[in-house]
């Protein structure tokens, strides 16, 4: 029984994170300022949808956890995102407000080192990965399953917030095929699309565009609604294993 509330804690503060709630500051080698400057480096967005100066990322931390190590670095003259996780799990994240029809396209791209071998992210006890691009989305609640209505109850309780509405994560998986869509082994509410897949392209810069109305619609079966947020994540705990990654600029058009 403990057991399972400390999973549903770490679980609801991970899902009160995407929803820009929970909010603790991480001990990492990026100062404030260096934060600030991911803002100028790292997101492109429309001046319509949100002022420069007001696109702050938080650094987030899941409960119990050890925190993934996030610094910026210069690699061949481009500003990155390094990430370092050494059984760890925690998140930055961008607050957003996009409505659907503001929205098409994302263009990111990362580089990872090496994947981790024991990690399935569909699987409850293995639900890692090197690299995660996480969009969180707004929807009409009353569409959620009698587990989702819990959940987000229980998130509302703790936080003083539903949880997200539905939560699309880019991800690099160890063998499912391009394309494809992992549901979360604890909520459906989060959904991975694998964008990259296997060793082949380790150790090199890779980029995507992507369509994030078709993807979602893939995922969920039906339009997104309003993008509320933007997250990166690589985290290794569940298997208990290092992982290292860099994550280049992000563009929303």
């Not at 409960?63 to 003259?77: F, H």
């Not at 994947?115 to 006890?125: H, K, S, V």
């Not at 989702?148 to 690099?172: C, F, K, Q």
């Amino acid at each position: 029984m403990k057991r399972f509330i400390f999973k549903m804690a770490t679980l609801l503060t991970f899902i009160w994170s995407l929803q820009a709630c929970s909010i603790f500051k991480m001990s990492t080698p990026s100062s404030t300022a260096a934060q600030g400057n991911l803002a100028a480096t790292h997101i492109s967005l429309p001046h319509t949808w949100l002022p420069e100066d007001q696109i702050k990322w938080e650094a987030l931390k899941l409960p119990g956890k050890i925190t993934t190590q996030y610094s910026l670095v210069k690699v061949k003259a481009q500003q990155t995102v390094m990430a370092n996780a050494q059984s760890s799990a925690s998140m930055l994240r961008l607050d957003l407000n996009v409505p659907p029809e503001n929205f098409n396209r994302l263009a990111f791209a990362w580089q990872v080192q090496n994947l981790i071998e024991a990690a399935d992210m569909g699987q409850r006890e293995h639900d890692d990965s090197p690299v995660r691009l996480v969009l969180a989305f707004a929807g009409d609640q009353r569409n959620f399953s009698p587990q989702n209505a819990m959940l987000s109850e229980l998130t509302h309780a703790i936080t003083g917030r539903p949880m997200p509405y539905a939560t699309l994560m880019y991800v690099w998986c160890n063998k499912r095929s391009l394309n494809s869509v992992i549901l979360n082994p604890r909520t459906d509410r989060i959904r991975k699309v694998v964008v990259e897949s296997g060793k082949g392209r380790l150790d090199q810069w890779l980029t995507y565009e992507r369509d994030i109305k078709a993807d979602f619609e893939k995922a969920f079966g039906e339009a997104p609604g309003a993008l509320i947020g933007i997250g990166l994540m690589t985290d290794t705990d569940n298997t208990r294993s290092n992982a290292k990654a860099w994550y280049g600029p992000i563009q929303l058009r």
